[in-house]
T-cell receptor, first 111, second 114 residues
């Protein structure tokens, strides 16, 4: 059974800092990995999707990497801003089109 | 307007009541999903449907049923609600033709069972 773990569970940083969120998964036979953002009381917004054949994806200040063999992904946020404060979730897609989620990292960026 | 719309957004009900959560999408996607989110447990899959005639159980389907009324509509029912079904429920869609497997989520339906 696929298990997804995100570390740390919570992170508080000053504005402007670069930061890394970590995601690990137990079964490397994945089709893709997706990073989401969730604001309080809101749904999930897709940030980046990395296919299993890819090593990284970039969107603006966000860069996500994937090392399938070691079962790890990182989400790098450059020059963090207070508006980046949210919970970040990673999810992996495995056989049967099942998406397994981590519990998320709650990020607070302080002005 | 949102591409994936859930109704109601908030609902408080009593134990034993029947509840239906509805989801409609304008993305033209063929696949639809229902998840629940609980603190400390993340999102867990309840049911999913790959087309109108295809319904599959997820990891926590007990106590729930679903109906795919049309490609754009997928509803989740709690036949007799119990307090441990208090959670935030999300509907999601994906497009099998897109081949990326990317999921798009609704805003969520917060259900409280007293």
């Amino acid at each position: 059974k696929q298990e997804v773990t995100q570390i740390p569970a919570a992170l508080s940083v000053p504005e402007g800092e670069n930061l890394v969120l970590n995601c690990s998964f137990t079964d490397s036979a994945i089709y893709n990995l997706q990073w989401f953002r969730q604001d309080p009381g809101k749904g999930l917004t897709s940030l980046l999707l990395i296919q299993s054949s890819q090593r990284e994806q970039t969107s603006g200040r966000l860069n996500a990497s994937l090392d399938k063999s070691s079962g790890r992904s990182t989400l790098y946020i450059a020059a963090s801003q207070p508006g980046d404060s949210a919970t970040y979730l990673c999810a992996v897609l495995t056989s049967g089109s099942r998406l397994t989620f981590g519990e998320g990292t709650q990020l607070t960026v302080n002005p | 307007d949102a591409d994936v719309t859930q109704t109601p957004r908030n609902r408080i009900t009593k134990t034993g009541k029947r509840i239906m959560l509805e989801c409609s999408q304008t993305k033209g996607h063929d696949r639809m999903y229902w998840y629940r989110q609980d603190p400390g447990l993340g999102l867990r899959l309840i049911y999913y449907s790959f087309d109108v005639k295809d319904i599959n159980k997820g990891e926590i389907s007990d106590g729930y049923s679903v109906s795919r009324q049309a490609q754009a509509k997928f509803s989740l029912s709690l036949e007799s609600a119990i307090p441990n079904q208090t959670a935030l429920y999300f509907c999601a869609t994906s497009d099998s033709k897109g081949q990326t497997g990317e999921l798009f989520f609704g805003e969520g339906s917060r259900l409280t069972v007293l």
